[in-house]
């Protein structure tokens, strides 16, 4: 077995480190890295933070770490690329775009904790960073640069020199290249930036002063043909006029300069990805016919360039050009041979899949979680992107959001009074209950999951054909008929458990099924489901499953047994969706919504997939997180008048003949185990 360094996220925004048992190994690299962190955050948390930004990306990494790991980087990058950072010194601050913080709670992986990572969290830790660099660098006494590469010798700040490409009304050269340079600051707090040839003048009689400003060019040019050639004739000093060609090995080089420490202004089109060839799917624009997981929607496949609609003739005559940039509908695009013919290839089988299948609500959801496995293409090799239509999108909008749904009355037999998020949870519910698509409440514990779920049985009588199945651990079963007696009293229920059935109820047997529709709730246990013949016999309204983890393993028989029970709904009841690893999230949803995330090897082969590609658990939480509705206690916005936690250590002191028991009984205990391990070397 060996140790991996893991992250755990609390509920007050802190995270604990703890090692776990693991069977992969861990390469070398991963294991010093791990002992080095851990060594950093016996120092001080800050201190964690900042060398973990800093570290090697390439180095292998728990999930947890490497998510943070991402935040901080992003900090670290931001900040190495801050211009004048060596004038600013601790004056210097690295500022956090609502971009980033939807980007990075996109990439949110599912991990111990991950409840708690809301914007407070990457904020917090944004200021906790921002206050280290500034605190540390105020102290120290070299310069910045020093400063930095005590974390990470390779890295370049981000020099004087900036490179700009515009576009050119010229139609024979359609783009300029100019190198400037940010002056010093001024008393203002201000620098401006000039053209590099002003450099020569200022700097001509003092060479260090002039190699100094250009050495991130001087780094660039060791790695780039075109800047080497730049340098080497004078011509970087100097406006340039360039041809298409010329400007696209600018553009691909981009990554080359910012390593060596030049910011680039560049064209938005370019920075945006619109440049590329892109094929658009949208799903579910209007409302079908039937309503459920079968449902069949309508979509409909294009090709864009940027928010630009193109045709298949159109691609076909890129297709013509050479690789580089050409000039369509006014827009600059570029032309990668491979990539078009890949793209083409997946709009042509989004046109016969268009033609001859029909797209369920399912497949529309698998079709978010991986296009490659419906258009039976690389999509690594495409850029692809899927959109819900206006009936699909405002139905998801309301799933993820519960303020959005209409408000359903509660009915006059229940007796409870539902808290404003209580009332939500009935209202998702009775939502997903016209929908007939399955639903998960992952409330946490204390939040009242039995009473929404009783509120909702009182809401379904009325209008259900058949009676309800809940399943649960015996240990329940009290607790649940308490909160019936107590909220629902005129629920007619039975308890399909001979110990626990009360004494006056009847005894449903295999030839009287007729006898089930006269209950609203049949009660049974996970170990007693299977046993029963007439449960998996007749047609049930909705199956609950209180405490569903118990179904987590897909392979044992007590969850293919309760798999195979009919109903027209389901519905899950867990404060933990996942205990210890995304096969659990793919047996609970095998049961709740069939098909959702493929067949067991179509999932595992994608969460395979996570570890070298964190973007994928966006994708996933897209697609799951409009059927699980999860509030914390710790939320005040869910409920504000608990009291706080709190958490007291008591120690139980042994008296003297206790304590002689307990020893005598650990040596007993001792020496039968060694009897026992030499029992079995002996075999």
């Not at 370049?156 to 700009?164: K, S, T």
């Not at 042509?348 to 978010?368: C, P, T």
């Not at 609950?544 to 007590?558: S, V, W, Y």
Request: hydrophobic letters at 40%; charged letters at 25%.
């Amino acid at each position: 077995m060996n140790r991996e360094l893991i992250a755990v996220i609390n509920s007050d925004n802190s995270i604990n480190l703890e090692w776990i048992e693991i069977e992969e190994n861990i390469s070398t690299q991963t294991h010093q890295l791990q002992i080095e962190l851990f060594k950093r955050m016996e120092i001080s948390f800050e201190e964690f933070l900042l060398y973990l930004g800093f570290c090697d990306k390439k180095v292998h990494l728990s999930l947890s770490l490497d998510f943070l790991r991402t935040i901080c980087k992003l900090f670290t990058r931001k900040l190495i690329q801050t211009s004048n950072i060596e004038s600013l010194r601790e004056k210097a601050e690295v500022f956090l775009s609502d971009d980033d913080t939807l980007f990075l709670l996109n990439e949110i992986p599912y991990i111990t904790g991950s409840e708690h990572i809301k914007n407070s969290f990457i904020e917090n830790l944004w200021f906790i960073l921002n206050s280290k660099y500034q605190d540390d660098i105020r102290n120290f006494k070299g310069t910045v640069d020093k400063f930095i590469k005590q974390y990470s010798p390779d890295v370049h700040l981000v020099g004087r020199v900036y490179f700009h490409l515009v576009e050119s009304k010229k139609d024979e050269y359609p783009f300029a290249f100019l190198a400037t340079y940010s002056t010093d600051i001024s008393n203002d707090g201000k620098s401006k930036h000039v053209p590099l040839k002003h450099a020569l003048s200022k700097y001509g009689s003092n060479s260090k002063k002039l190699l100094e400003l250009l050495s991130t060019v001087q780094i660039a040019s060791g790695n780039s043909s075109l800047i080497s050639v730049l340098l080497e004739s004078g011509e970087i000093f100097h406006p340039i006029a360039w041809q298409s060609d010329d400007a696209f090995t600018f553009l691909k080089e981009i990554p080359v300069y910012e390593d060596a420490g030049i910011l680039c202004r560049i064209p938005d089109w370019w920075k945006s990805k619109s440049a590329g060839l892109s094929l658009n799917i949208n799903i579910g624009n209007k409302q079908p016919s039937y309503l459920g997981m079968d449902s069949i929607l309508d979509f409909k496949a294009e090709l864009f360039i940027g928010d630009m609609k193109i045709s298949e003739r159109e691609i076909r005559a890129l297709l013509k050009e050479t690789d580089g940039l050409a000039f369509i509908k006014g827009k600059w695009v570029e032309v990668d041979h491979a990539k078009l013919k890949k793209t083409l290839e997946a709009f042509e089988k989004a046109k016969q899949l268009m033609g001859n299948e029909n797209l369920s609500l399912r497949d529309a959801m698998r079709f978010q979680l991986d296009i490659k496995d419906k258009l039976k293409t690389d999509a690594e090799d495409i850029s692809s992107n899927i959109s819900n239509g206006s009936w699909l999108k405002s139905i998801i909008e309301k799933l993820k959001n519960p303020d959005l749904i209409t408000n359903v009355n509660p009915e006059k037999d229940l007796k409870a009074n539902l808290r404003e998020y209580q009332q939500k949870g009935l209202n998702w519910l009775s939502f997903l209950d016209s929908l007939k698509i399955g639903a998960c409440l992952a409330d946490d514990m204390g939040l009242g999951k039995t009473v929404q779920m009783l509120a909702h049985l009182c809401n379904i009588k009325k209008t259900q054909k058949s009676s309800n199945l809940l399943i649960l651990p015996a240990s329940l079963v009290d607790n649940w008929i308490k909160e019936i007696e107590k909220f629902l009293p005129s629920l007619n229920y039975y308890i399909a458990h001979s110990t626990l059935r009360q004494k006056d109820s009847i005894t449903i047997d295999e030839n009287s099924l007729t006898e089930i529709n006269k209950y609203d709730l049949v009660i049974t246990t996970y170990s007693l489901a299977g046993r029963y013949k007439w449960l998996k016999e007749y047609d049930w309204n909705y199956i609950i499953l209180d405490e569903a983890q118990a179904i987590k393993n897909p392979g044992t028989r007590q969850t293919k047994q309760i798999k195979k029970i009919n109903a027209a709904n389901r519905i899950i009841m867990t404060g933990t969706p996942i205990e210890n690893k995304l096969a659990d999230l793919w047996s609970l949803f095998d049961f709740l919504n069939p098909g959702l995330l493929g067949t067991a090897k179509e999932f595992t082969s994608f969460t395979k997939k996570l570890n070298d590609n964190i973007h994928g658990y966006g994708k996933l939480r897209n697609v799951v997180s409009p059927y699980i509705l999860r509030r914390l206690k710790t939320d005040k916005n869910v409920i504000s008048d608990l009291p706080d936690k709190v958490e007291m250590k008591t120690y139980a002191q042994l008296s003297k003949k206790q304590v002689v028991l307990y020893k005598q009984f650990v040596n007993e205990l001792t020496v039968r185990l060694e009897q026992q391990t030499e029992g079995i070397k002996r075999k």
